[in-house]
């Protein structure tokens, strides 16, 4: 059984022989997704169980990055709130490494092994913002060029 509205994403449900109803569990008619749709696989599993009564997040993608060794990484939004979403995907299998959700407004950032990611939205009102690393390094974003685009900076080693 599926919502009209979403018809992507359903559960099973069971009735007990006293008329109780429960969630078995549930279902996506979803295939294996391209590396450049990978951020939709969010919406249906990260966050809290689907049920029928609920309605999904909103889930838009913004910008994305990948590299050849399939590290992919996507800015989005989720509801009205700025996001970073790290897969390591490939076509044997794909696996979110972080998920990073900040306020509406605000700049979000993430380090990984080799890069750090940041994503401002639209709703950034500061002149400026800096990124330091776990090693003390820093990073001046000009809101001007960088607002509403992912910003990847390789760390030096």
Do not use: C
């Not at 018809?7 to 008329?19: A, C, E, N, S, T």
């Not at 897969?87 to 900040?102: K, R």
């Not at 330091?132 to 900076?153: A, D, F, H, I, W």
């Amino acid at each position: 059984m599926h919502a009209t509205e979403t018809p992507q994403i359903g559960v099973d449900l069971r009735v007990d022989k006293h008329g109780k109803v429960t969630q078995v569990f549930t279902w996506t008619k979803e295939e294996y997704p391209s590396q450049e749709n990978l951020w939709r696989v969010i919406e249906f599993h990260l966050f809290e169980e689907y049920t029928l009564a609920k309605s999904i997040s909103v889930i838009t993608k913004k910008d994305f990055w990948f590299n050849g060794d399939g590290l992919t990484v996507f800015a989005l939004k989720v509801n009205d709130s700025p996001a970073i979403a790290v897969f390591i995907y490939s076509t044997a299998g794909y696996s979110l490494q972080h998920l990073v959700e900040g306020k509406p407004g605000e700049m979000i950032s993430i380090e990984t092994k080799d890069f750090v990611f940041a994503y401002m939205d639209e709703k950034y009102t500061g002149e400026a913002a800096t990124i330091t690393t776990k090693s003390g390094e820093q990073y001046e974003l000009n809101p001007n060029n960088q607002k509403m685009k992912l910003t990847v900076v390789p760390i030096a080693k």
